[in-house]
C-alpha cells in the first residue's frame, strides 16, 4: 500500500483518486470479463437496479455489448415485472403514487439502501486509502512524496482528517497541504496577472493550467475513465 501511494503522488492530482479510478476501470473490466453471469452479483444488481448514471456510462464506454446486454435484459425483466405488478394492483398503484412525490425517480425501482455496486466499491476504496494515508504519513519517504505533490483534493484531505485521532497529525497533513495550496495559488495569480494586456507577450509556463487543477484540488478528478 505504501508502494502504491508514493507512486500515486508522482501523478498528476489527488493520489487517492488516482487510485480509485485506476481500481475502478481494473473492476469494470474484471467485472464485465468475469462476473456478468454471477449469480450474487445478478441478485445485488437487480436490487440496486443497475449503475449509477456515472458508472453505467463508464462501462458502456469499455464497449463489451455483449456483457452488458445480459445485464440489462435481466434488469428489464425486473422492470416490466415490477410495472406489471404496479398496474394490476390499486393498492400497490396507490402506494407507488405516494413514494414518486418522495424519492428519486429510479428510487421507487430500487430495494432501499441498495446502491450502485461500483459506487459502494468506491467507498470501500477511498476508506482504505484514507486510512493508509494516516498510517504511513511519519515514513520519511511517504512525507516527502507528498510535500512534492499536487497533495490531496479537498474532499479526500477533509475524509483523511476526519480519521485522525492524534491532533498532531491533524495538524501536520494541513501544514503540508497549506504548503501545497499556497503554491498553487501563487501560480492562480501569476495565471491572472499574465492576462493583464501589459504582460500577456511574456507567455506561459507552468501556471498555463493552474486554474484546471484548482478545480480538481476542490471538487477532486472523480472517476470518468
Not at 16 to 35: A, N, P, S, T, W
Not at 175 to 193: Q, S, T, V, Y
Amino acid at each position: 500500500m505504501l508502494h502504491d501511494l508514493i507512486e500515486a503522488f508522482r501523478k498528476n492530482g489527488c493520489c487517492i483518486c488516482y487510485l480509485i479510478r485506476k481500481r475502478v476501470h481494473k473492476y469494470m473490466g474484471d467485472f464485465l470479463y468475469e462476473q456478468v453471469n454471477d449469480v450474487g452479483i445478478r441478485e445485488q444488481l437487480r436490487k440496486s437496479l443497475g449503475f449509477c448514471n456515472i458508472h453505467a456510462w463508464q462501462l458502456q464506454k469499455l464497449g463489451d455489448g455483449f456483457g452488458e446486454s445480459i445485464i440489462y435484459q435481466d434488469l428489464f425483466e425486473t422492470i416490466i415485472n415490477k410495472l406489471n405488478n404496479i398496474y394490476e394492483s390499486n393498492n400497490m398503484l396507490k402506494t407507488f403514487i405516494k413514494e414518486l412525490s418522495k424519492n428519486k425517480n429510479l428510487d421507487n425501482f430500487r430495494d432501499k439502501n441498495d446502491i450502485c455496486l461500483i459506487c459502494k466499491q468506491e467507498k470501500e476504496w477511498e476508506e482504505m486509502y484514507a486510512l493508509s494515508f494516516i498510517e504511513y504519513f511519519h515514513e520519511p519517504i511517504f512525507k516527502k512524496s507528498f510535500q512534492n505533490s499536487f497533495g490531496l483534493c479537498i474532499p479526500h484531505l477533509l475524509e483523511v482528517l476526519k480519521k485522525c485521532k492524534d491532533v498532531k497529525l491533524f495538524k501536520g497533513i494541513i501544514r503540508i497541504e497549506l504548503g501545497i495550496m499556497d503554491n498553487l495559488l501563487k501560480e492562480l495569480k501569476e495565471f491572472h496577472r499574465k492576462h493583464d494586456y501589459r504582460f500577456s507577450k511574456e507567455g506561459f509556463g507552468k501556471e498555463g493550467d493552474s486554474w484546471i487543477r484548482a478545480i480538481e484540488k476542490i471538487v477532486g478528478k472523480g472517476t470518468l475513465l
